[in-house]
Structure formats: C-alpha cells, structure tokens
C-alpha cells in the first residue's frame, strides 16, 4: 500500500504536467497528498519542515543561475547577436547543410550560456527560413532543434553552464568541467548518431516527396529572415566565448582565493554567530555566476543602443521566465523530498539499489526520476537529494572517481527527461506550431540516443578508465 502511494503521487504529477497545469501548484498537492494517506498527523510538519526547506534551499543555492542566464539570453537575443551568429553559421555551412546549420547554432548559444527556452524562440524563425529554402519538412524542425539545444551541450560537454551540470557540483563536491573527457566522447556520440539519423528522417522525406509544408496546414509561421544590420559574426559570438573562457579561469580561482571554507561576521551589532561558507560546495555556482556576468557586460559593452532601448521589457520578460523556470524546478525538490521520506519510497530505493553496478544503478535512477518528473533538473534533484549518500558510498567502494558520478548523472538527467509531458518539448512544439503527434517521434528517438550515450561512456570509462 505504501509504494501505491508513493507511486500514485508520482503519477498524479506526471498527468497533471502532461496537462499543462502548473507544477508549482501540483508538487505540494501531489506531495501532502501521499503524506495525508500515510500518516495525516504529518501533513503541515512535512510540509513546512521538509517541502519549504528543501524548495528554499534550491532556490537559494541555484536561483542566481536562472536569474543570470535568462538575463544573458535575452540580451543576445534584443542585441541582435543571436541573429548574427545563425546567419554566419548558415553562410558557413551552407543552405544544403540546414539540419547541421542549426544543430552548431543550437550548441553554440547552449554551451554559451543561453537558456534553452530562449534557444528555442530565438533559432526558429531562421530554421523555418533555412528548411524552406532547402524543402526539407518543417515536421523535423523540432527534433533538430532538440538534438542541437536539449542533449550533448546541455549536460555532456564539460564546462558547460546549463543548471544541468551544475546541479551534481554541490552533491559530489566537483565543478562543472567534471570528467571532461567521457563526456567530450559522449558529446561526439550524441550529436554524430543524431545528425545520421536526422538526415536519414529527410532522406527518406525526400523520396517520399514530401516538401516543407507536408501534408498539413502550417501554423505560426515566422516571417522571412531578411539578414540585414546585423552585428559581426566575431562580435555577436565574443559574450559566449567569454563565459566558457571565464567560466573556467573562475573554477580555477575561486578554491585558490577563499580555500576550503570562508567565515564572515553577519552583523556589527551584538556577538552573532559567524557565517561558514563551505566554498567547495559552491565555488561552480559561483564560477558559473561569475561567468554569466562577464557575458552581460560584454553584450552590453558591444551593444549599448539596441539593449538599453528595450532593457526594461526584455529584462521583464526574462526575470519572469526566470521565476518560473527556477519555481517549477524548486517544487519538484521539494516533492522529492517529501516522497524520499515516505515508507513507500524504500520500496523504490530498494528495487533501484538491487542494481548491482554503481554507475549503471545511478543512470537508471536519475533518468527514471527525469522521466516521471518530465524535468532533467527536476528529477537529477529528486534522485541526489534522496540518494547521493549512497551513490558516493557505492561509488568510494567502486573505486569510481565523484568526476565520473557527476557526469553519469548530468547525462542520464537530460535522457528521458524529454517525454511528451516535458516542459521544453511543449514549448517548442507550441513556437513551431506543431502537435505531438507531427513532430514528437523525431523528439523522442533522440531521446533515445541521448539515453543510449550514457551507457556508452559508462562502457568507456570501465574499458579504458577515461575520466
């Protein structure tokens, strides 16, 4: 009865965010729900001791990532760079290359440090433009926007500043450049069978005849990419080189300056208690802030006119989806939380942990996880923050470095986080103006690829001990 329970809360999420209602309404209703059912004296202390505090102490730790990378994204969108840089990758690939074009677009603003969402709305209108031109069917847009934005430059590349690959920094104690070889590997093995089988998608299209507008009546449409009074390609692409480049100097610096640990006095005022900082368990945070920064005042530096003149708005704009993204992530915390405290969880726990490799067990449970929460960042926190304990002690058993547990979870978050009740998967179908039933195969076989490449770098680090 009790694992019903836990079950039941975990698919009540999973229907109600496949619905569209808000997870940040539903985890609590969904989380208190299974605590009414087991033990009703436990409702408002579960709910306040544990769902509050843990969804705080998500947004206390992460919310400056959101805040910053929405903030950058918009930036290079309003600058007018995010055009510069599709328009040069499209010159440089050539209009016969339009899947490749837009997959090196999509990975260029990801690794960058632009937000996927604002990835989705700013490549679009030019992938829309580029398909037509080559008739290749606007059907496949989206699952080639998904392999260039959602996989290998989301969580497989090292340094990357997605939230995806930040989150294991603070559970195994690593920074965001974590395994840098396993998952440069995994990076190639991801974009190369992607972009096979995407061209495999249009070659087969091309025989059939099928054009860009297909069979079915096309639905928000942008209008023609004109291509004019765009910044250089050298000075658009110059804040995203400057994050990744600052993003490590600030990895390296940050343990050199502060140490381990840094103390401060909170007040003048009285003998209050000093404040500890356990700097190693948020130097990438802070390396990641750091470097979001720097891209900023380099957009700002490079296009003053253009930013400040829709600041306000853009910035709006961004802080909201900010809000949003970062509140929707924090709820499923919490309700991981909550859920890992229930009797019915160890019935969970205990069939996870029957597997017996250490990597593989982790793989299955964060992609799991990811996959019922419909969220990577959602369901990687659920499973660290109910497992990491014995991840690690599994892992020191094993001999297994924490590099190669922070890479293993990064990747296996971002595999089948991408079902159909996903948040990114519906909006981008939403921007192309297409259905699931249009569109979402291409999605998901690259959310097969992306879950495959996983087991291949746990493959190679066991065949050759690669970190």
Same mark, same amino acid.
């Given at each position: 009865?009790?694992?019903?329970?836990?079950?039941?809360?975990?698919?009540?999420?999973?229907? !109600?965010?496949?619905?569209?209602?808000?997870?940040?309404?539903?985890?609590p209703v969904a989380a208190l729900g299974a605590v009414l059912l087991?033990?009703?004296?436990?409702?408002?202390?579960?709910?306040?001791?544990?769902?509050?505090?843990?969804?705080?102490?998500?947004?206390?730790?992460?919310?400056?990532?959101?805040?910053?990378?929405? !903030?950058?994204?918009?930036?290079?969108?309003?600058?007018?760079?995010?055009?510069?840089?599709?328009?040069?990758?499209?010159?440089?690939?050539?209009?016969?290359?339009?899947?490749?074009?837009?997959?090196?677009?999509?990975?260029?603003?990801?690794?960058?440090? !632009?937000?996927?969402?604002?990835?989705?709305?700013?490549?679009?209108?030019?992938?829309?433009?580029?398909?037509?031109?080559?008739?290749?069917?606007?059907?496949?847009?989206?699952?080639?926007?998904?392999?260039?934005?959602?996989?290998?430059?989301?969580?497989?590349?090292?340094?990357?500043?997605?939230?995806?690959?930040?989150?294991?920094?603070?559970?195994?104690g690593t920074d965001s450049w974590a395994a840098p070889v396993l998952?440069?590997?995994?990076?190639?093995?991801?974009?190369?069978?992607?972009?096979?089988?995407?061209?495999?998608?249009?070659?087969?299209?091309?025989?059939?005849?099928?054009?860009?507008?297909?069979?079915?009546?096309?639905?928000?449409?942008?209008?023609?990419?004109?291509?004019?009074?765009?910044?250089?390609?050298?000075?658009?692409?110059?804040?995203?080189?400057?994050?990744?480049?600052?993003?490590?100097?600030?990895?390296?610096?940050?343990?050199?300056?502060?140490?381990?640990?840094?103390?401060?006095?909170?007040?003048?005022?009285?003998?209050?208690?000093?404040?500890?900082?356990?700097?190693?368990?948020?130097?990438?945070?802070?390396?990641?802030?750091?470097?979001?920064?720097?891209?900023?005042?380099?957009?700002?530096?490079?296009?003053?006119?253009?930013?400040?003149?829709?600041?306000?708005?853009?910035?709006?704009?961004?802080?909201?989806?900010?809000?949003?993204?970062?509140?929707?992530?924090?709820?499923?915390?919490?309700?991981?939380?909550?859920?890992?405290?229930?009797?019915?969880?160890?019935?969970?726990?205990?069939?996870?942990?029957?597997?017996?490799?250490?990597?593989?067990?982790?793989?299955?449970?964060?992609?799991?996880?990811?996959?019922?929460?419909?969220?990577?960042?959602?369901?990687?926190?659920?499973?660290?923050?109910?497992?990491?304990?014995?991840?690690?002690?599994?892992?020191?058993?094993?001999?297994?470095?924490?590099?190669?547990?922070?890479?293993?979870?990064?990747?296996?978050?971002?595999?089948?986080?991408?079902?159909?009740?996903?948040?990114?998967?519906?909006?981008?179908?939403?921007?192309?103006?297409?259905?699931?039933?249009?569109?979402?195969?291409?999605?998901?076989?690259?959310?097969?690829?992306?879950?495959?490449?996983?087991?291949?770098?746990?493959?190679?680090?066991?065949?050759?001990?690669?970190?």
């Open positions: 009865m009790a694992f019903l329970i836990v079950l039941a809360a975990l698919a009540f999420l999973m229907f !109600v965010a496949y619905r569209g209602y808000s997870v940040i309404l539903f985890a087991t033990d009703p004296s436990l409702v408002a202390p579960m709910f306040t001791g544990l769902f509050m505090d843990r969804m705080v102490g998500f947004l206390k730790l992460y919310f400056p990532v959101f805040l910053l990378g929405a !903030v950058f994204g918009k930036l290079i969108e309003v600058s007018g760079f995010s055009k510069s840089i599709v328009a040069a990758t499209i010159r440089l690939f050539g209009a016969q290359r339009a899947m490749l074009s837009i997959v090196a677009v999509c990975a260029l603003l990801t690794y960058g440090g !632009v937000s996927l969402f604002v990835v989705v709305f700013a490549v679009y209108p030019f992938a829309a433009e580029l398909f037509r031109q080559s008739d290749i069917p606007k059907r496949l847009i989206p699952g080639t926007i998904a392999l260039g934005a959602f996989t290998f430059t989301m969580d497989a590349l090292p340094g990357t500043p997605q939230i995806q690959n930040i989150i294991p920094t603070t559970f195994f998952g440069t590997l995994g990076g190639a093995f991801i974009l190369a069978v992607g972009l096979v089988y995407l061209e495999s998608r249009r070659r087969k299209a091309a025989a059939a005849g099928e054009g860009y507008a297909g069979d079915a009546p096309l639905v928000n449409e942008p209008a023609t990419f004109a291509g004019s009074a765009l910044a250089h390609p050298l000075v658009a692409i110059l804040p995203l080189v400057l994050v990744g480049v600052a993003n490590k100097l600030f990895t390296d610096w940050i343990p050199r300056i502060y140490g381990d640990s840094h103390s401060f006095n909170p007040a003048v005022i009285g003998d209050a208690a000093p404040v500890v900082q356990e700097v190693s368990r948020v130097a990438a945070i802070w390396a990641v802030q750091g470097a979001l920064l720097v891209g900023i005042l380099t957009v700002l530096a490079f296009a003053w006119k253009p930013v400040i003149a829709s600041f306000a708005e853009g910035t709006r704009a961004a802080i909201g989806g900010a809000l949003l993204a970062a509140m929707n992530t924090a709820s499923e915390y919490g309700f991981g939380a909550v859920i890992a405290a229930l009797p019915g969880f160890l019935v969970v726990a205990n069939a996870l942990g029957a597997i017996p490799n250490p990597l593989v067990n982790e793989a299955i449970t964060v992609t799991a996880l990811a996959g019922i929460t419909g969220s990577a960042s959602g369901g990687m926190s659920i499973a660290l923050a109910a497992m990491a304990d014995t991840f690690i002690a599994n892992a020191n058993a094993a001999g297994i470095p924490m590099e190669v547990l922070h890479r293993v979870a990064s990747m296996a978050s971002g595999g089948m986080d991408t079902l159909p009740h996903n948040g990114a998967v519906i909006t981008l179908l939403a921007v192309t103006g297409l259905t699931h039933r249009q569109a979402y195969k291409d999605i998901f076989a690259i959310t097969i690829i992306k879950t495959l490449a996983v087991f291949v770098v746990i493959g190679l680090f066991y065949a050759f001990g690669v970190v």
